[in-house]
């Protein structure tokens, strides 16, 4: 093994999970913020005074974009070392942000702490679909 090679390998890696650092935060932040105005849309912003069908207000947009973004500083260099690595940042984008956004809404009926939990499911269940998909496997009986 040469010192080229190795030195090659060891910053595609941490320039991959670098990116996959700014991906998160920047994805989480959106993802997040949109999961949190559905929330509120729902009636289920965990706010007082506010569980009702049609509440909106834009101080629930940063909350969002703060916490999605926290998460996902955690998350998308996690998701890089276990999936992404192997298929790719093209082929994990919309698959991980479909997956969060349904996770997320999906959550958000039972409220916000929920709907951070299931989004982050929803992302990593995406993920290795999209890459059980890439590499053959059949996936949930499908043909």
Known sequence: ????????????TIGGALLSLLLGIVGGSVCGAAILVFGAFI??????????????DVAVVPVGLFYGGLFGAFVGPLAYALVVRTIGFQKAIMPA???TILGGF???????????????????????WAKAKLSGVRVFGSH
């Open 97 to 99: 942000f479909a997956g």
């Open 106 to 128: 999906a959550g958000a009926v039972a409220g916000p702490p929920f709907a951070a939990l299931t989004g982050i499911c929803g992302f990593f269940i995406a993920l290795f």
């Open 43 to 56: 009636g289920r912003s965990g706010t007082t005074g506010t569980e009702y069908i049609g509440y909106w």
């Open 1 to 12: 093994m040469s010192k080229p090679y190795s030195f090659a390998k060891a910053s595609k």
